[in-house]
Every structure is written in structure tokens, then in C-alpha cells.
């Protein structure tokens, strides 16, 4: 049972132009969700996240929006460089406030090939 | 600097043999996670830890074990029942609280 499903495997976009990568969630008790950027042969590294009581979270060129209703997020990258290609993986978890570690579920993850 | 560091970067086992991957974490985390990266499948739990001392399966724990006798201390045994052990090894840690991971580098086995 996929909770968290990335449904597009890669995503080819020009430099300077926006990359959006989406997200699908189906776990209602999820309330916070995490973009991580892989590169090969690498761990993933934090790039942004959002908590369920807000809709959008800005950090520079990184934008994330979550739709509660509709179960689905998703990551803007404006604009797009040669060096944000990478694997990006959405992931999410349910109360990870307070006391709890928060374990997280991880989507399959997409790769975005950024060209020059 | 604090981190976590996973050793080795690459590994080669006989199928049959038990492997042990290491993870070592400095960041006085309470919660350490293994996860396998395979292609089109993202990242998947196999073990996670809480504590010392205890430890959960995760969603594919058949096959591997894990220990807890340290904080900084979270190793996978990789044993000879696992029938698909070729994959990208991560491990990571959190804190209480805590709204993400901070992961190692990964250790690709690879068993032939």
C-alpha cells in the first residue's frame, strides 16, 4: 500500500523555466510533509517542508503548496538551474509534533533533469 | 562537525553470507532508521529505533537484523535469507520532535 506516491518518474524542463513536481498522499493522519533532493550515490538532503495547517511555504527559489482536500502537494522550483537535477523524494508524517520522532513515509521519488 | 557517516561506500558479498553495514551518528540523535533505495520504488523502512535497546521492522524487515547498544550506534546485518540484497543502503536519525531526517551518504551493496 503506497501512502505516498509520486506518479510522474522523471521531468525534463529548460534552465530558467519552472520545474512542478507533484505528490499524492492517501493517509489522512499525515500533517507534515518534507521535499528531500537526492544526487547519485548520495543521501537525500532536507529542502523544504510544510506543516498541514498552512497551504504554502516559500524558501527562495522553492515554493511548496499543499491541498488538503485533494490529498496532493507539490514542489515549484523558479527558476530552474543545471544543478537542481536530481531525485527528489516527497515525503510525510503523521504527528510529528510534540514527543513523537515522526517516522517518515517516502514517495518513489522523481528525477529532474534541468537543461542548459 | 556533526553528521551521521556510514562506512563502507561500497561493498561485494557472496550470496549466502551475512553482511554487517555500519552507521555511526554524532548528532545526539535518539532515533535512527534504516531505509533501501531500489529504482522506481523510492526509499522503503526496513528497521527503526527509538531508543536503546529497542528497536521496530519496518514495512521489508525479513531478512535483516539490527542492534541498539549505543546512542551512536545503529548497524544492519544483512543476512543470507534477504533473496534481493543488491540495493542502496541508508541510514538516517532524528530527534523528538523532530520534523525530518538527517541522512549518511549510503552504502551500495552489492551481492553476486
Known amino acids: 500500500d503506497q501512502q505516498v506516491k509520486q506518479n510522474s518518474p522523471s521531468l525534463s524542463v529548460q534552465e530558467g523555466r519552472i520545474s512542478i513536481l507533484n505528490c499524492d498522499y492517501t493517509?489522512?493522519?499525515?500533517?507534515?510533509f518534507l521535499w528531500y533532493k537526492k544526487y547519485p550515490a548520495e543521501g537525500p538532503t532536507f529542502l523544504i517542508s510544510?506543516?498541514?495547517?498552512?497551504d504554502k511555504n516559500e524558501d527562495g527559489r522553492f515554493t511548496v503548496f499543499l491541498n488538503k482536500s485533494a490529498k496532493h502537494l507539490s514542489l515549484h522550483i523558479v527558476p530552474s538551474q543545471p544543478g537542481d537535477s536530481a531525485v527528489y523524494f516527497c515525503?510525510?508524517?503523521?504527528?510529528?509534533?510534540?514527543?513523537?520522532?515522526?517516522?517518515?513515509?517516502f514517495g518513489q521519488g522523481t528525477i529532474l533533469t534541468v537543461h542548459p | 562537525d556533526g553528521g551521521i557517516t556510514q562506512s563502507p561506500k561500497y561493498l561485494f558479498r557472496k550470496e549466502g553470507q551475512n553482511v554487517t553495514l555500519s552507521c555511526e551518528q554524532n548528532?545526539?540523535?535518539?532515533?535512527m532508521y534504516w531505509y533501501r533505495q531500489d529504482p522506481g520504488q523510492g526509499l522503503r523502512l526496513i528497521y527503526y529505533?527509538?531508543?536503546?535497546?529497542?528497536?521496530q521492522k519496518g514495512d521489508i524487515a525479513e531478512g535483516y537484523s539490527v542492534s541498539r547498544e549505543k546512542k551512536e550506534s545503529f548497524p544492519l546485518t544483512v543476512t543470507s535469507a534477504q533473496k534481493n540484497p543488491t540495493a542502496f543502503y541508508l541510514c538516517?536519525?532524528?530527534?523528538?520532535?523532530?520534523?525530518?531526517?538527517?541522512f549518511g551518504s549510503g552504502t551500495r551493496l552489492t551481492v553476486v
Open positions: 538516517a536519525s532524528s530527534t523528538p520532535g523532530g520534523h525530518g531526517y538527517t
Open positions: 515525503a510525510a508524517s503523521a504527528n510529528a509534533g510534540g514527543t513523537s520522532y515522526g517516522k517518515l513515509t
Open positions: 510544510i506543516s498541514s495547517i498552512k
Open positions: 493517509n489522512s493522519m499525515f500533517d507534515y
Open positions: 548528532l545526539n540523535h535518539d532515533a
Open positions: 529505533s527509538q531508543i536503546v535497546n529497542d528497536f
